[in-house]
Structure formats: C-alpha cells, structure tokens
C-alpha cells in the first residue's frame, strides 16, 4: 500500500526544489565584497587563493524570507533629494587620519595610489579604524578618488570604501554623503574589477533598511539589473544580492515592475542562470 501511494505521489518539479532550496531557514550566502588582496589581481574564482573580509549580518526585521549572510573568512548626484551629511569640521583629524589625508589629496598620482591601498589596508583588518576613519574629510577625498581616471586609485578607493561599509553605523553617512550615483556611474561603465567592488558595495549599503529606498531613488536598480549578465561572477553575485535586500522595501518593488524586469528575471530562473537568487528577487516581487 505505501509503495502504491508513493506511485500516486506527483514528483516535485526542478522548480520547486530550486525554490524549496531558495527558501530555506538561514542559506549560507557568500558574501564577497572588496575587501581582497591588494597585490595584482588575480581571478578569484578560478584560484584559491582568495582572501575576503568577514562580517555576519542579522536578519531584517520584516524580512520576509530570512536571509543570514555568513562570509567565510576573517578571525564587512547631484540631483538627489538627499542632503549630504556633514561632520563637525572642527573636530580635529588623528594622526593617522592626518598622514592619510596628505596622500590622498597630493597631486602626484603615485602618493595617491599608496594612500587608497593603505587606507583600504587599514580598514580590511581594523575593525575600529572603519569607525575612525569614516569621517567628512575622507568620505570627501574618496568621492573624488572613485571618479578618478586611473584606475588603480579608482579601484582601491571603491575598495575601501566597501571596507568602511561594513560598519552599520557608516552604512547611512555613507550614501548620504553622495557615494550612490558615483557607485553607479562605476557600474554602468566602470574598468570590471571596479565594477565588482561597486556592485558590493551597493549590496554592503543595502543592508541598512535607512538606506534601501534611498538607494532606489538615486537610480541603482536598473544597473543592478544589467549587472546581473555580468561577464564577472563576483558582479552577478553581489549585484543579485543587492536586488534582494532592495527589494525587501515596496517603493523598488513597484519600479522593477514598472521596469518590466520579471521576463528577464523568470528568463534567468529558466536557464539557470543564478536561478535561486533570482527566485529570492521573484518571490520579493511577488509581494507587490
């Protein structure tokens, strides 16, 4: 009798279990942001030798399907409506802050090449320079760095950048400081290794709830969405990522929709194309 209804039982599709899969009670996700090595490149995905930050992020509250990010390493425009924040300027610089900020405003491409790799030196293994560090005077430098033409500054600044994201309580400084449409000038046409550590930090800010309509309105959603055909897995991951927490929030729900993203969307999950990250997009959208 049991082997008979076993018989009768309908098969659970690919689908579904690409789903079930999705869905289920805190999924380990790698996050892989731009705290890596600060010697030549190298293609991280086909190397083991890959280093990267590590921070664990709670769960959102509301967050409708829980989503706990464990990485796996470490003993994280002008026409917006809004304000940039500004710091005390009257508070003092450190010293370290002081021996920095000399490198990083120096007119001599060389000096300011050391002064990104050192900051995000500093920032990836320091947990406490992230907080000392994340002030008005180097948030200012850093906006000009990231649109900087070589692209060595270019690349670490971002870097650094994702470094002084991961404190939450520089999450909300940061993109009020004006980093989004920078972040998106990056990714829409960005060297490929900046436009990874700008799809991480995009998905590094989108973690703070403050931040996620915000993020939306200054117009990152759709080149999220053209990151996800990335020829970098790092960018598709991260940029997926991203998407996920946007969407967590109503407001970006509606314009990915309006946007009519979810034939491209259901095209990927068809294709297997990052189909359980994609579903997590579909199931937020859903929602709408």
Do not use: W
């Not at 659970?12 to 380990?28: G, H, T």
């Not at 508070?91 to 002081?98: L, M, N």
């Not at 940029?239 to 314009?255: F, G, M, P």
């Amino acid at each position: 009798m049991a082997v008979a209804a076993a018989e009768k039982e309908e098969p659970i599709r690919v689908s579904e279990k690409e789903l079930l899969n999705a869905v289920a009670d805190n999924p380990p996700v790698i996050f892989s942001h731009a705290a890596t090595e600060l010697g030549p490149r190298v293609n991280r995905f086909n190397s083991g030798s890959s280093s990267e930050e590590s921070v664990i992020i709670g769960e959102s509250p509301g967050t409708p399907l829980p989503f706990t990010l464990r990485p796996t390493c470490f003993s994280p425009s002008s026409s917006s409506s809004f304000e940039i924040e500004v710091q005390n300027p009257n508070v003092p610089p450190s010293e370290e802050e002081e021996t920095l900020l000399k490198k990083l405003k120096s007119n001599e491409v060389f000096e300011q090449e050391q002064g990104v790799i050192t900051l995000r030196s500093i920032t990836r293994n320091r947990e406490e320079a992230r907080v000392s560090l994340c002030t008005s005077r180097i948030l200012a430098i850093l906006r000009s760095l990231i649109a900087s033409r070589y692209v060595v500054v270019q690349v670490n600044a971002i870097a650094s950048l994702v470094n002084l994201s991961l404190e939450k309580s520089n999450k909300m400084r940061i993109v009020r400081s004006g980093f989004v449409p920078l972040l998106i000038d990056v990714l829409k046409g960005g060297s490929s290794e900046s436009q990874e550590h700008a799809a991480g930090a995009l998905f590094s800010l989108a973690l703070d709830d403050d931040n996620k309509m915000a993020i939306g309105v200054l117009g990152a959603l759709q080149p999220l969405m053209h990151a996800l055909r990335s020829d970098s897995e790092r960018t598709r991951h991260d940029s997926a990522l991203a998407l996920y927490h946007l969407t967590l929030v109503q407001s970006n729900r509606v314009k990915l929709v309006k946007l009519g993203v979810v034939p491209t969307l259901l095209s990927m999950v068809m294709t297997g194309t990052m189909a359980s990250r994609v579903l997590l997009i579909l199931c937020n959208l859903a929602m709408s």
